[in-house]
């Protein structure tokens, strides 16, 4: 388990017979009580297709009913109930030549950073930009992971918002995502990148119409959304 802020960890999963997975994919995961009630959330897939072990990225919710389980009770060796992978539209291969553009707010950065991390295993690395909201700097999930794989100057750019906290020093954007940020991070639209956004309903149509407000095209914009953090 891999300890990503004070309220998110990574869980490595030996996963027996698991057929694969597209990045942007994500599963199911069904817990069951000693009385047989049982509850079930999806989280995003965080991991390549290219490693062995799945790694499912969880935000502990108070009042959940899986993810304080994952979170704080779970040990090396027990067994979940998995089912997967799901979902065929929100997924990216490297084979996509276009310039890749990801939007993120807050844990909708998990399946975004499958892409990135199935782009730096590739032979062929697509030019990408990510643009990552979060509320403050103790919050931003993979920091020294998205630090390492920009520091690999291999065409990624990586952008930060906090919209709430700044640390002294911080010399990042620290707002809401707007359209002159946009402007600021985004592919030009001849180019005709493709486009991912993930992350809270509000935050993902906020991003979205800016976007097509923009010019581009409202098929080119593919979207996830979920509640508050994605699950419980």
Same mark, same amino acid.
């Given at each position: 388990m891999v300890e990503e802020t004070p309220r998110v960890r990574t869980l490595?999963?030996?996963?027996?017979?698991?057929?694969?997975?597209?990045?942007?994919?994500?599963?199911?995961?069904?817990?069951?009580? +000693?009385? =047989?009630?049982?509850? +079930?959330?999806?989280?995003?897939?965080?991991?390549?297709?290219?490693?062995?072990?799945?790694?499912?990225?969880?935000?502990?919710?108070?009042?959940?009913?899986?993810?304080?389980?994952?979170?704080?009770?779970? @040990?090396?060796?027990? @067994?979940?109930?998995?089912?997967?992978?799901?979902? =065929?539209?929100?997924?990216?291969?490297? +084979?996509?030549?276009?310039?890749?553009?990801?939007?993120?707010? =807050?844990?909708?950065?998990?399946?975004?950073m499958a892409m990135l991390r199935h782009r730096s295993a590739a032979s062929h690395k697509t030019p990408a930009r990510l643009l990552y909201s979060s509320r403050a700097f103790a919050d931003i999930i993979y920091r020294e992971d998205l630090d390492r794989l920009e520091s690999a100057k291999d065409g990624l750019t990586v952008r930060h918002t906090l919209t709430r906290e700044k640390p002294a020093g911080w010399t990042g954007f620290t707002r809401r995502i707007d359209a002159d940020m946009i402007k600021e991070v985004a592919w030009p639209i001849e180019q005709k990148p493709a486009v991912y956004v993930c992350g809270p309903t509000p935050f993902v149509e906020a991003a979205a119409t800016l976007l097509v407000g923009m010019g581009y095209e409202p098929g080119s914009v593919k979207t996830e959304r979920f509640g508050a953090t994605g699950g419980g």
């Open positions: 490595l999963l030996d996963a027996d017979g698991w057929p694969g997975h597209r990045p942007g994919q994500h599963l199911d995961v069904r817990l069951t009580a +000693e009385d =047989g009630y049982q509850a +079930e959330r999806s989280y995003s897939i965080a991991s390549p297709p290219e490693e062995a072990r799945l790694a499912l990225t969880v935000e502990r919710l108070d009042d959940g009913e899986v993810s304080p389980y994952l979170v704080g009770e779970l @040990k090396v060796g027990d @067994k979940l109930e998995l089912r997967g992978p799901i979902g =065929g539209y929100f997924v990216w291969r490297w +084979e996509d030549d276009r310039p890749l553009l990801l939007v993120a707010g =807050g844990s909708g950065v998990v399946p975004l």
